[in-house]
Nanobody, 121 residues
Framework: QVQLVESGGGLVQPGGSLRLSCAAS????????MGWYRQAPGKRRELVAA???????NYPDSVKGRFTVSRDNAANLVYLQMNSLKPEDTAVYYC???????????????WGQGTQVTVSS
């Protein structure tokens, strides 16, 4: 069993900051990619940030320069620092991890339950 638990969402004013955290636990041998997606009402889920175990990162243009993803490989943690937040950043943010249970299993994606981020004055 694998669990991903997010924390840190909430209500923030435009221009403010929030830091999301996600902890992966359970029968985990290794995690290749960890990251964050978001989904606003009526919209598709979209990638926000991703980071590999080697530290390579990926961001869409909509958040580049404002959001920073980081991770603690030893503790299976991933963080998302969000600065200069805009109302259009309002969404449910989901943590995910591309992981495997042992050295001969395939990598699979696992998801957290999501945390609400609301940017509003």
């Amino acid at each position: 069993q694998v669990q991903l638990v997010e924390s840190g969402g909430g209500l923030v004013q435009p221009g403010g900051s929030l830091r999301l955290s996600c902890a992966a636990s359970g029968s985990i041998f290794s995690i290749y990619v960890m990251g964050w997606y978001r989904q606003a009402p009526g919209k598709r889920r979209e990638l926000v940030a991703a980071i590999t175990s080697g530290g390579d990162t990926n961001y869409p243009d909509s958040v580049k320069g404002r959001f920073t993803v980081s991770r603690d490989n030893a503790a299976n943690l991933v963080y998302l620092q969000m600065n200069s937040l805009k109302p259009e950043d309002t969404a449910v943010y989901y943590c995910y991890a591309d992981l495997r249970f042992n050295s001969y299993s395939s990598y699979r994606d696992y998801w957290g339950q999501g945390t609400q981020v609301t940017v509003s004055s």
